[in-house]
């Protein structure tokens, strides 16, 4: 039973920055995998960035740009969002899972899911 919150959205210019946070209820939010996935005007939801107790991935479009992180004390995970581009544009969830890694990259491997951020990149 975990209720996720995200925040930290907002409307930027390319090469900005942002972080999103994703703030989490839960007394096993610990052993969660975490991920945050992106949905952009008409497109499919798609994976960002995932974190596990012991690995991260990123999706291709975010690698050296993005930074995926977590405080296990606090319950909150975070979204580091760098050299931002218009293509960035989408809205911004975050997502936990229990034992998520087979089907981590689909949102069909998640179990909970936050309301989303909006991420506007625009000149």
């Known amino acids: 039973q975990v209720q996720l919150v995200e925040s930290g959205g907002g409307l930027v210019q390319p090469g900005d920055s942002l972080r999103l946070s994703c703030a989490a209820s839960g007394r096993t939010f610990s052993a969660y995998d975490m991920a945050w996935f992106r949905q952009g005007p008409g497109e499919e939801r798609e994976l960002v960035a995932f974190i596990s107790w012991d690995s991260t991935y990123y999706a291709n479009s975010v690698k050296g740009r993005f930074s995926i992180s977590r405080d296990n004390v606090e319950n909150m995970v975070y979204l580091q969002m760098n050299s931002l581009k218009p293509e960035d544009t989408a809205v911004y969830y975050c997502?936990?899972?229990?034992?998520?890694?087979?089907?981590?990259?689909?949102?069909?491997?998640?179990?909970?899911w936050g309301q989303g951020t909006q991420v506007t990149v625009s000149s």
């Open positions: 997502a936990g899972g229990r034992n998520s890694r087979s089907r981590f990259s689909i949102p069909a491997g998640y179990d909970y």
